[in-house]
């Protein structure tokens, strides 16, 4: 930022409000800035950068004591602290949790998350529409009097099948833990998360890759959906059209990151890379498919 001017990057500043007092002025501004600048001078200075929300992720926690399995207890420190969380995070992950009703404690009880029941987590995503579900797992058990807490940390599809140990090989057992313990916990696994979400989707014009792809079409309105859809996909630098008839368009494109995140990109956009061996396709993304 020291080689620039924030007004190079400047598109317009909208005032909220205002007030003119003598010798004073006090505004609430919200500036906006164009990306398109923005990503290309942060790409001439050979940055890399995250930019792609995640799919909503639906976090239910979970504590399993020696009294029973607990979903919903008011005053359970590791329950209650992924609220806090959930509420205060502000970063590309989109975290999601159910609503405390009498319905929902109903239907999605303590016993039934802790087995990972695939029928209770499809239908706890459907609620939220959400595309994953983060089953955060709090054990309590005593070697003789010395309290013992096991967390663990999966990641499910909505249909309810396992994707990854979000802790795999980094399994923690705290003892004599205190809420400060839980804390760090919690921490740890919404960084690794975070971390694994930006590292996929890196915007990184050292990774340059080329591809051609062709996009089946039944209209020039579809058409021009299309492309402004690929448009605002920033890991396209650039595409050239080779081609286009009554059945679609073949494109060149350039892109500044894995195809991975290109996926994932697309998926925002409700479409989806697909290699069918001969020739790759973007077209209209599957409803049950997921991100990356």
């Not at 989109?94 to 029941?117: M, P, T, W």
């Not at 059945?247 to 069918?276: I, P, T």
């Amino acid at each position: 930022m020291t080689l620039h001017d924030p007004d190079d990057f400047s598109d317009f500043i909208h005032i909220v409000e205002e007030n003119n007092l003598d010798q004073r002025y006090i505004a609430t501004l919200d500036f906006c800035f164009d990306a398109k600048r923005l990503r290309q001078a942060m790409i001439k200075a050979q940055l890399s950068w995250s930019e792609l929300q995640s799919p909503p992720v639906l976090v239910i926690p979970v504590w399993n004591g020696p009294d029973g399995a607990r979903a919903w207890q008011r005053d359970n420190q590791w329950i209650a602290g992924w609220g806090d969380a959930v509420a205060a995070y502000d970063g590309l992950l989109s975290f999601r949790q159910l609503e405390r009703n009498l319905i929902n404690e109903r239907q999605f009880r303590g016993e039934d998350l802790v087995l990972a029941n695939p029928t209770k987590l499809r239908n706890a995503a459907s609620l939220v529409r959400a595309e994953q579900v983060l089953l955060v797992l709090a054990s309590l058990d005593y070697e003789g009097a010395k309290p013992l807490v096991t967390i663990t940390a999966r990641l499910y599809d909505k249909t309810g099948e396992m994707i990854t140990d979000i802790l795999y090989g980094d399994q923690k057992t705290l003892e004599n833990f205190t809420v400060n313990d839980l804390d760090i916990m919690r921490r740890k696994i919404i960084d690794k998360m975070d971390e694994s979400w930006q590292m996929a989707n890196l915007i990184n014009d050292s990774e340059t890759d080329y591809i051609t792809v062709f996009l089946p079409v039944t209209s020039l309105k579809e058409w021009a959906s299309r492309l402004n859809a690929l448009n605002e996909i920033a890991m396209i630098q650039s595409y050239d059209i080779i081609m286009l008839d009554t059945r679609g368009g073949q494109l060149y494109l350039r892109l500044a990151g894995s195809q991975k995140a290109l996926q994932n990109a697309l998926s925002a956009h409700r479409l989806q890379l697909v290699d069918n061996g001969d020739r790759k396709l973007i077209n209209v993304k599957d409803p049950l498919s997921t991100y990356q």
